[in-house]
Nanobody, 124 residues
């Protein structure tokens, strides 16, 4: 089991930046591929980004590619999502996710574990 707690959400103007953090506890953090998903009001949850256990491979949804960066610090049991050039359509609850499978394909397969989410609101 792994427990995930997100932080860093908030209100930001369009064009601004935010960095989300996800602290993990439980089983060995470096055993997990990590990811971020989001759910906007009235929409289904969607994949945002994933990172391999070593941090050597990253994957992004087309909608955030070039604007968002996922990273991890295995010494701190933490994964990050740096979000730049934010748009109003990025407004959503952002969920941290962990998987004992590979990072590639997490978007289609889904992770095994979820955090409770943190709200990001981008104003126009």
């Amino acid at each position: 089991q792994v427990q995930l707690v997100e932080s860093g959400g908030g209100l930001v103007q369009a064009g601004g930046s935010l960095r989300l953090s996800c602290a993990a506890s439980g089983r060995t953090f470096s055993s997990y591929a990590m990811g971020w998903f989001r759910q906007a009001p009235g929409k289904e949850r969607e994949f945002v980004a994933a990172i391999s256990w070593s941090g050597g491979s990253t994957y992004y949804a087309d909608s955030v590619k070039g604007r968002f960066t996922i990273s991890r610090d295995n010494a701190k049991n933490t994964v990050y999502l740096q979000m730049n050039s934010l748009k109003p359509e990025d407004t959503a609850v952002y969920y941290c996710a962990a998987s004992l499978s590979t990072a590639q394909g997490m978007g289609a397969r889904g992770p095994g574990y979820w955090g409770k989410g943190t709200l990001v609101t981008v104003s126009s």
